[in-house]
């Protein structure tokens, strides 16, 4: 298959691999409010939300990054 959307942080697809194609995926939280908004997969939306809970938050420098398995079996299992 082609021509499905991949994410630009980990590399999976958007909104997620299991719907590829399926949805817009989520506005990352990494890219600064000014600068134009780049669209991720679900997990890593979760990831993001985790990383500012942390204090670990990145931008978009470091990607692409590996995102823990966790992250992609859903939300509540984090
Ligand atoms: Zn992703």
């Not at 958007?14 to 995926?25: K, L, Q, R």
């Not at 670990?56 to 470091?62: A, F, K, R, V, Y």
Request: charged content about 15%.
């Amino acid at each position: 298959m082609t021509g499905l959307p991949i994410c630009a942080r980990c590399g999976h697809y958007v909104p997620n691999d299991s719907e590829p194609g399926e949805g817009p995926g989520v506005s990352s939280m990494s890219v600064p409010a000014d600068a134009e908004q780049i669209w991720v997969c679900l997990p890593c939306g979760w990831h993001e939300a985790w990383q500012q809970a942390h204090g670990e938050l990145g931008t978009p420098d470091s990607w692409p990054l590996q995102v823990p398995e966790r992250f992609y079996k859903g939300l509540g299992s984090c």
